[in-house]
């Protein structure tokens, strides 16, 4: 996951990087397709451009040719207020899907992202994009301001022929911060969002997933995990800098982008990601993992070795450590204090 960079056109009340203005010192050309060598070379499977909005990046179309040529699966994650501007660009690009940034009706999708007419500019994208053949998918962070609105959207989605929805929470990161964090949802909420995600993916065959902030080990795992209606899957526990890295737009490396800065394990203007990658003593929290490690209740559950505590951002967001998150449905399923 690599954030292009940190400018971007939207002004989102729940952003957890705080975005607008662009990073002091963001990567160069040449740096960036250095970058793209070398995760090539450690046989990278997938770049994903993120941001900030990752089209505001001037440079975008010869970072996303490098990837391509270089054999990886170029994809993208936008707030969609340039895709129409740049429809061409982006559907002669080869990404193998587009994701749009959606998080409610109209009303609350503008309130939420700041922008008048952004729901309906994203659209237009959208469907400009399709017409072009282009995979689009969205995904939606669920905070107090929408999280009723989930029916609508997934409505919206199926009406706007998405091929995909993925639903995470919002954490209290950033601007979400504020405010102690007020806009996110409580873990009790977990067991009425639980229960409106099963129906949705009951409802239809849409591709419909919860991302790693949502679980953990409850009786419907298989079915949230899974994408597809009958597709079953579980959470493995939390992939930072062990599948999955983060690499912001002045070259910072972390296991997950989502983490806080304390979590950073370099910069490849100071080493090469080769490097950083290949350290030992990088990214301990995942790779050196020990159930010991763990507090409260995720020490005492029995799918501790699997879980580990589910999403590390998350746990790092609401208690301050990675040793136990509150977040989690078996916690709620089974009564455990």
Known sequence: MWELTLACNARCVHCG????????DELTTDEALALIDDLRDLDC??????GGEPLLRNDWIILGKA???????????????????????????????????IDGDEETHDELRGIQGGLSRLLSGSRALKERGVLI???????????????????LLLDNDFDGWQVQLTMPYGEAADDD???CISPED?????????????????FLQAADN????????????????????FFGGC????????????????????LPPSFDEGNIRNRSFREIWNDEQAFRYNRAFKVDDLDGTCLRCPFNKICRAGCKSQAMAVTGSVSQNPYCLRRLEEGWE
Do not use: W
């Open 181 to 183: 964090g007020a806009i």
């Open 17 to 24: 990087s705080s975005a607008g203005a662009v990073r002091e």
């Open 137 to 155: 998918g969205a995904a939606t962070q669920v905070n107090r301001r929408n999280i009723n609105l989930l029916d609508d959207i997934h409505r």
């Open 45 to 50: 499977e997938s770049i994903t451009f993120s």
């Open 190 to 206: 977990l067991v009425g969002l639980e229960e409106t995600l099963v129906k949705l993916k009951m409802k239809s065959d849409f």
């Open 214 to 233: 949502i679980g953990y080990m409850s009786r419907n795992e298989p079915l949230l995990r899974g994408g597809m209606r009958g597709e079953e899957k």
């Open 67 to 101: 990837v391509r040529e270089s054999g990886m699966r170029l994809e993208m994650i936008t707030n969609g207020l340039e895709v129409e501007n740049q429809v061409e660009q982006i559907a002669d690009a080869g990404f193998f899907a587009v994701t749009f940034s």
């Open 239 to 258: 992939q930072a800098g062990m599948q999955v890295v983060g690499i912001t737009s002045d070259g910072t490396v972390r296991g997950c982008l989502s």
